[in-house]
C-alpha cells in the first residue's frame, strides 16, 4: 500500500487554523513574512504560498490593503499584482519547469471564492499526468514535495528574480 503524507493538511481538515482567529489570513505584517510563508512583496502586493494547495507551489497573488473587491483595486495595486503574477510565471516555468499554469481570480462564494473579503490572484502550476484518480476516488491530493521545500525555491527565486 502506498502512503501519502501531507502533514500540513491536517490543520485544514481540522479546523484549526481558522477556529478562534477572526483576522484575515491574507492581511500579513510583513515582520511575519517567513512564517506566513510570503515569498515576496512589490510596491502594494505580495506572493504567499497556499498552505492547502491543489498542486504543489500553489501561490496566491495579493494585495497589502484589504479589500475583496477587484472594482476597488486602484491601478497601482493592479499593476503590481501583475508584475508578481509575471515573475512567478517565469520562476514555475525555469524553476519547477511546469507544463502549464492556471491564473485566475475567484471574485464571490458562486464563483468559488474561499475568502471574499480580501482579493486574490491563484496561480496554480500544472504538469501533464499531474491528476489521477485520486482526487476523484480517494479525495486526496497528491503534493510531490514538502510546503517548506517549495517555499525556499520560490522565495530565493523571487529574490533573485528582477523585471
Known amino acids: 500500500m502506498d502512503r501519502v503524507w501531507a502533514p500540513w ?3 485544514y481538515i481540522t479546523g ?3 477556529k478562534g ?5 491574507l492581511c500579513i505584517d510583513p515582520a511575519d513574512d517567513e512564517k506566513a510563508l510570503v515569498i515576496g512583496r512589490l510596491g502594494k502586493a505580495f506572493a504567499v504560498m497556499n498552505r492547502f494547495p491543489y498542486t504543489n507551489g500553489h501561490v496566491m497573488v495579493v494585495p497589502v490593503r484589504h479589500t475583496g473587491k477587484a472594482e476597488d483595486l486602484t491601478d ?5 499584482m501583475m508584475r ?3 515573475r512567478m510565471v517565469v520562476i514555475f516555468k525555469e524553476e519547477f519547469s511546469v507544463d502549464g499554469l492556471n491564473i485566475g481570480i475567484n471574485v464571490g462564494r458562486a464563483a468559488g471564492a474561499g475568502l471574499e473579503e480580501h482579493i ?6 500544472r504538469w501533464f499526468g499531474d491528476t489521477n484518480f485520486m482526487p476523484v476516488l480517494g479525495e486526496t491530493r497528491v503534493i510531490s514535495e514538502h510546503l517548506l521545500e517549495t ?4 522565495r530565493r527565486r523571487f529574490v533573485e528574480t528582477v523585471f
Open 9 to 11: 493538511r491536517m490543520e
Open 16 to 18: 484549526t487554523a481558522t
Open 21 to 25: 482567529d477572526k483576522r484575515c489570513f
Open 76 to 80: 497601482e495595486e493592479s499593476l503590481d
Open 84 to 86: 508578481i503574477v509575471k
Open 120 to 125: 486574490h490572484i491563484h496561480i496554480v502550476p
Open 151 to 154: 517555499y525556499k525555491k520560490l
